[in-house]
């Protein structure tokens, strides 16, 4: 139905009035992508056509803009953005639709694939390109078993292949001029088929701590096993001059309070020094802690993800490791 | 109120990873299984629902047989009955290959809620519940930590990025994905343990679904450990040294101390 040639179209979302940062590494991965198979790029965005913002786009310049734009959409609800998206994808028509890895976009990606008969491959972390382009698809990869093993996943069919792009997993890239076209489109929706009524997001509790100025993060996870552990970690952060941070197993089982919460749902905080204790490293805690200037992890398995990002590891028993580095600081502090 | 949930068996959070001779899984000999974390969380928010306002909690699971073990479980823990799609080969099924085996065997149960994990421990895909709510053609919710009755339906507190979240109402039946972590997981009582040998689980193939089978859309073609191109320094030595080394480091090297 589309008299445009097929290509790439990728979905961007604002969070904080901008286009979020993991929405401009979305599009360098379907840059990525297309260049590996001669596509060329679109980008969508849910806003009124003069919005500002549409002047913020930067990276390398897509062949189209699409300004979705339905007074529906003000407010996210799945039924209302995948009733929309679908509509585009079909005027579009690409071969590729591409999400950054966000969790709107797990709420309604899954259903809107299912619309066009697709499976959404979910938290693509790397796309490798084959020559022969035509031929060989493009091979997918995704972590399976929180961290622990890659897999390697190829679309087969014909219908549009729809990748939604992990957090961190590609760089942004530098701003290059193009012609680009900003196109409106207005979607035809219903209000009564919107099924689910939002409420306004809200906080859960005032900050009281703002681990966000701390300049060294003593961070503890699961492996600390009980809560009657944790002066243990508590010590060394106190030699240290440290805030206690956690893992979500830790905050959610109340042995601290959430705002302790490094990652995806918690804090983001990239202070000095971070040290990972008994943290496996799944991505959810990752994407809170990789901007650290040192990271130090702390575990017992050496194959923990925790040590792909790591500076420095020590690979132990933490109830000999941490008692043992809380003398030594206490040693070296005098 | 009646609930039906879905429950995966996955492999235990520390199984040992050794990739299989066909290279696209890992080798399952010697692991151990286990309920899927955010499920036994759906698990328990279907109990309290019951608890409060009556009704019935069905289970719902799809693999071999040995998943048969983790249904016992959840029927030790509550659940009333259970619905066990049997199948040796669920690998070959994509994400919307299992979603329709599961509404396949649950489409004529008129359960006014189901409830998925968010995401599986061992794929992680974070998409069967929303796919299962498409293929049903009801609303759904995901990332919810909290279930209340409400006129017509349920509100639910949902998860945001970020420590935020918000409130979404809902009509039943619907379809919610639960994350991890809201509440304290109830364990299996003697009693319940013993009544839940009496209790009826229904195992139907694939084949007995007539769910058509169609041709994967997404498939995995291989597994592999994660190349490490890691710059980690390890410290080594006894647990005395290696904390020494680290103190060095931090000192003299990164200069936070
Ligand atoms: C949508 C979503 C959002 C999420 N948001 C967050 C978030 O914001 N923050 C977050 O942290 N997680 C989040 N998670 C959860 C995340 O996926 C992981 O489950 C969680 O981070 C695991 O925490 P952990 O590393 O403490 O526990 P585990 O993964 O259980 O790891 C424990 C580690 O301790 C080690 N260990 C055990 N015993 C010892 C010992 N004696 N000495 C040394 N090491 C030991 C083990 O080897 C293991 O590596 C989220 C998940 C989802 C799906
Ligand atoms: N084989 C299965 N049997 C029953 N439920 C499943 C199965 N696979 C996935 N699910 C459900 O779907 C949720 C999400 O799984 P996934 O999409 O694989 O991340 C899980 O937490 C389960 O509740």
């Not at chain 1, 840059?31 to 919005?51: F, I, R």
């Not at chain 1, 500076?311 to 040693?331: C, H, N, R, S």
Request: with cysteine; net charge negative; aromatic share 6%.
């Amino acid at each position: 139905m589309s008299e445009l040639t097929s290509g790439v179209l990728v979905f961007l979302e604002i969070k904080n009035r901008e286009i979020s940062r993991i929405s401009w590494e979305a599009m360098a991965a379907a840059h990525t992508l297309a260049e590996g198979h001669g596509l060329s790029v679109d980008v969508a965005l849910v806003s009124s056509p003069g919005n500002p913002i549409f002047e913020t786009i930067h990276g390398k310049a897509p062949r189209t803009v699409y300004a979705i734009d339905h007074p529906l959409l003000h407010e996210y609800t799945a039924d209302g953005f995948a009733a929309a998206y679908a509509q585009l994808i079909e005027q579009v028509n690409p071969s590729y639709v591409v999400f950054p890895h966000t969790y709107q976009v797990r709420d309604f990606a899954p259903c809107l694939a299912t619309r066009f008969k697709q499976v959404l491959i979910s938290d693509v972390t790397g796309i490798e390109t084959h020559a022969g382009a035509e031929t060989a698809p493009p091979t997918f990869i995704r972590q399976l078993l929180q961290g622990k093993l890659n897999a390697h996943y190829r679309h087969r069919g014909t219908g549009p292949c729809f990748l939604s792009i992990q957090a961190g997993a590609f760089r942004a890239d530098a701003a290059e001029a193009g012609a680009t076209t900003l196109a409106t489109f207005e979607p035809r929706l219903d209000a009564a088929k919107i099924r689910t009524k939002p409420g306004e997001p809200f906080r859960a509790s005032a900050q009281t701590v703002d681990l966000g100025s701390a300049s060294i993060l003593v961070s503890v996870g699961r492996g600390i096993k009980e809560e009657a552990n944790l002066p243990i970690v508590q010590e060394l952060a106190t030699a240290l001059g440290a805030e206690l941070a956690a893992s979500r197993p830790i905050c959610d089982s109340g042995w601290l309070p959430m705002e302790r919460q490094v990652g995806s749902s918690g804090q983001t905080v990239a202070p000095k020094v971070y040290l990972a204790i008994g943290i496996s490293g799944a991505i959810q805690h990752l994407v809170g802690m990789k901007g650290s200037q040192c990271i130090v992890a702390i575990n017992k398995d050496e194959n923990a993800p925790i040590f792909e990002v790591a500076d420095y590891g020590i690979v132990g028993d933490l109830f000999d490791v941490v008692p043992a580095l809380t003398a030594a600081v206490l040693k070296a502090k005098g | 109120m009646k609930i039906i949930v879905a429950i995966k068996q996955v492999p235990e959070r520390d199984a040992r990873i050794r990739i299989d001779a066909e290279g696209t899984w890992i080798d399952l000999q010697d692991v151990e299984f286990t309920l899927n974390e955010s499920d036994a969380y759906a698990l328990e928010e279907a109990l309290q629902l019951k608890e409060e306002h009556g009704g019935e909690v069905v289970v719902l699971s799809a693999g071999p047989e040995r998943v048969g073990k983790t249904i016992r479980e959840a029927l030790a823990k509550g659940a009333d009955r259970a619905i066990h799609v049997e199948s040796d080969d669920l690998a070959a099924y994509d994400a919307l290959g299992v979603a329709r085996l599961l509404a396949a065997a649950v489409k004529d149960e008129q359960a006014d809620l189901i409830l998925t994990g968010l995401q599986s421990d061992d794929l992680g895909l974070g998409q069967t519940g929303v796919i299962l709510a498409e293929l049903l053609g009801l609303p759904h919710a995901s990332l919810i930590l909290k279930i209340e009755a409400a006129e017509g339906g349920v509100k639910v507190l949902r998860e945001l990025e970020d420590g935020w979240f918000q409130h979404v109402e809902l009509p039943t039946p619907a379809v919610l994905t639960i994350q991890s972590g809201n509440s304290k997981l109830r364990y299996a009582t003697l009693m319940g343990i013993k009544k839940a040998k009496t209790k009826e689980v229904r195992r139907v193939t694939p084949l007995e679904l007539a769910a058509e089978p169609e041709a994967s859309v997404v498939v995995l073609e291989r597994v592999l450990l994660p190349n490490k191109q890691r710059t980690t320094q390890i410290l080594g030595g006894s647990p005395a040294e290696a904390a020494a080394a680290l103190v060095e480091k931090l000192r003299f090297e990164v200069r936070a101390l």
